[in-house]
Antibody, heavy 123, light 107 residues
């Protein structure tokens, strides 16, 4: 059974870089059927897709965050990571990692998610 | 970006009720629409993908329909474990976007 687990600091100071890791078990991150995504949810708000990485290392990002985001994949550790630079209070959110299944042209869906990690940005 | 709008934002229902949640896209997304269930402190769960395909292991009381811009998630007979927040998400084009959620609670 596929499982994902986020880890990283729960508190980050404003202007610094938020760094999170997602550890994957039950499936190889080098499996070409999947992308590996980050999604966040500020308190009381909806879900926002941050970006994704493919087994090749290619990435796609939400344009609203693109200038500050890095997503990387380490297939040897079966992990992928998120870095978000120059954080502000607006980046305080629960951050989820998720497996994105490529089921065909435009048929993508998040079929496994981590439980999420709350990251608070302090001033 | 494609905007996704859900209605209602919340509803109260009883066990056994038929519940319908709608999701509207700001442009046609053909049938590239997914539905998720989210309970507090837990990982979101995929219910339906490609508008109407039930994810493996999801009870048959959940169903999805629609195409173009208008979509519906129906729970035919609400069960106690179904009280949660439901989100739609389009996969027609990046950035993937979600509806704002519909919270289903106990009447």
């Amino acid at each position: 059974q596929t499982q994902l687990q986020e880890s990283g600091p729960g508190l980050v100071k404003a202007s610094q870089t938020l760094s999170l890791t997602c550890s994957v078990s039950g499936v190889s991150t080098s499996n070409g059927r999947y992308y590996w995504s980050w999604i966040r949810q500020p308190a009381g708000k909806g879900l926002e897709w941050i970006g994704r990485v493919y087994t090749s290392g290619s990435t796609d990002f939400n344009p609203s965050l693109k200038s500050r985001v890095t997503i990387s994949l380490d297939t040897s550790k079966n992990q992928f990571s998120l870095k978000l630079s120059s954080v502000t209070a607006a980046d305080t959110a629960v951050y989820y990692c998720a497996r994105e299944h490529d089921s065909g042209p435009r048929e993508y869906f998040f079929d496994f998610w981590g439980q999420g990690i709350l990251v608070t940005v302090s001033s | 970006d494609i905007q996704m709008t859900q209605s209602p934002s919340s509803l109260s229902a009883s066990v056994g009720d038929r519940v319908t949640i709608t999701c509207r896209a700001s442009q046609s997304i053909t049938y590239y629409l997914n539905w998720y269930q989210h309970k507090p402190g837990k990982a979101p769960k995929l219910l339906i993908y490609a508008a109407s395909t039930l994810q493996s292991g999801v009870p048959s009381r959940f169903s999805g329909s629609g195409s173009g811009t208008d979509f519906t998630l129906t729970i035919s007979s609400l069960q106690p474990e179904d009280f949660a927040t439901y989100y739609c998400q389009q996969s027609y084009g990046t950035p993937w976007t979600f509806g704002q959620g519909t919270k289903v609670d106990i009447k």
